[in-house]
């Protein structure tokens, strides 16, 4: 039965930002339940190393160049995963991230940071357009585009399930991360919004909302380069995380297959916490 529910033979997966750590492991995941799987990124390089690593261990995997924010680009890969596997059941949106430049270099401002500005203090007046433009996009309409170019081909063969990945921030507003965690929540929200939207369609949408994992573009918030330790915020994460670690790849893998399989037949608009506990607990 376990096999039968949770099994994904025949199916075909698109991972958008399959190049990176975290997609590339939610590529593994499905791969080893047996689905066919495109790995999409913004560098081909990437998303051909990590398909050939699959491929390698007898999987089905094709790497393909693509910005998740060029409509034509998502159109070719659309067309190259097509003619590749004939079809796609299985959407999970893994491209996304932050970005120093879009990031404020205190928690809160005070008075003194306004008046005085200080040197090398970044406080939200002083992000630029541009910066929190691209981490909202990437994170945003990196989602919401690719929803759109492949759920049209699920519509067309009678279904499929979409995985989004929001974050803790969603919910629970971080400070510093401005762009990001407004681009999260809009992700939440969309989330649930095309669930209804496609639910008459039989294609269901859910989300994933992953705690801390190290990733390149939140390592310099939380680890400091000079002492490999962590920082004042890396431990504080830490200290309000139950389970006392940040989260590995291979933690997003069981929610990732529950949500693409059968298993989760009746499960649409929901968003999962994978984050050891963080949202969980007051902080008391």
Partial sequence: MTDEIFGLSGRTAVITGGGGALGGAMAQALSERGAAVALLDLRES?????????TATGGRAIGVAC???????LASAADTVVGEFGRVDILVNAAGGNAPAATTSKETAEPGDVLDKPGGSRLFFDLGTADLRRILDLNLLGTL????????I????????????SSMTASRPLTKVVAYSAAKAGVSNFTQWLATHLAPL??????????????????????????????????????????GRFGA??????????????ASSFVTGAVIPVDGGFSAYSGV
């Fill in 202 to 243: 039989h294609i269901r949408v859910n989300a994933i909302a992953p705690g801390f994992f190290l990733t390149e573009q939140n390592r310099f918030l939380l680890t400091d380069e000079k002492t490999r330790g962590l920082t004042a915020r890396g431990r504080a994460v830490i200290a309000h995380t139950p389970m």
């Fill in 67 to 73: 910005d998740v924010l060029e409509d034509a680009s």
């Fill in 154 to 165: 699920m519509a067309e063969h009678g279904g499929g399930s979409i995985v989004n990945i």
């Fill in 46 to 54: 990437a998303a051909s190393e990590a398909a050939g690593r699959l």
């Fill in 249 to 262: 790849p291979r933690d997003l893998a069981g929610t990732l297959v529950w949500l693409a399989s059968d």
């Fill in 145 to 152: 585009l690719p929803c759109r170019a492949f759920g049209r």
